[in-house]
């Protein structure tokens, strides 16, 4: 259990500085004017077409006004569109434009050639193992926003 601790820790630990880091070098040096959470909405929306505004806060973690001012400032730069869904006009889809589109890439572009700058320094053994390692995360991460919910999990105990 002590090794599991240890990897809960040095993951949550390192994943705010990876964050910051990147948040950091896009307000200095990336391309335009692209905020990390713009970014992280615009590829969000880039890959669920038509998602909801409800969604988007979800997957941001943020609650429905900071969203939807997300997305007001988003759709005034023309890199999002917002339409009244039919079914619910209470409900709006959103979509990256290809401005939008365009714009996400360079970003990601960008935070990928950082982040790799970041770890060129490792020896290569030790980039696969990274490789390896966050590729094992993101398959048991990827669709799984509680996983609290899981059977049998130790995260259940946390908050």
Same mark, same amino acid.
């Given at each position: 259990?002590?090794?599991?601790?240890?990897?809960?820790?040095?993951?949550?630990?390192?994943?705010?500085?990876?964050?910051?880091?990147?948040?950091?070098?896009?307000?200095?040096?990336g391309p335009?004017?692209?905020s990390v959470?713009?970014?992280?909405?615009?590829?969000?929306?880039?890959?669920?077409?038509?998602?909801?505004?409800?969604?988007?806060?979800?997957?941001?973690?943020?609650?429905?006004?900071?969203?939807?001012?997300?997305?007001?400032?988003? =759709?005034? /730069?023309?890199? $999002? #569109?917002?339409?009244? %869904?039919?079914?619910?006009? !209470?409900?709006?889809? *959103? +979509?990256?434009?290809?401005?939008?589109?365009? =714009?996400? /890439?360079?970003? $990601? #572009?960008?935070?990928? %050639?950082?982040?790799?700058? !970041?770890?060129?320094? *490792? +020896?290569?053994?030790d980039q696969?193992?990274?490789?390896?390692?966050?590729?094992?995360?993101?398959?048991?991460?990827?669709?799984?926003? !509680?996983?609290?919910?899981? +059977?049998?999990?130790?995260?259940?105990?946390?908050?």
């Amino acid at each position: 259990m002590g090794d599991l601790s240890a990897c809960a820790h040095e993951l949550l630990a390192v994943a705010p500085l990876v964050m910051k880091a990147v948040r950091v070098a896009m307000r200095d040096q990336g391309p335009g004017d692209l905020s990390v959470s713009q970014f992280m909405a615009l590829s969000f929306l880039d890959q669920h077409d038509g998602a909801s505004l409800s969604e988007l806060a979800d997957h941001l973690g943020f609650q429905l006004p900071s969203a939807s001012r997300l997305v007001d400032c988003l =759709v005034e /730069q023309g890199l $999002l #569109t917002r339409r009244q %869904r039919a079914e619910n006009r !209470r409900c709006v889809s *959103l +979509a990256v434009t290809a401005r939008g589109r365009a =714009v996400s /890439q360079a970003a $990601l #572009t960008f935070a990928e %050639r950082y982040v790799g700058e !970041r770890l060129a320094p *490792l +020896a290569e053994s030790d980039q696969a193992e990274v490789l390896r390692s966050l590729r094992m995360l993101c398959a048991l991460f990827a669709g799984d926003r !509680r996983p609290a919910a899981r +059977a049998g999990s130790q995260a259940a105990a946390l908050p």
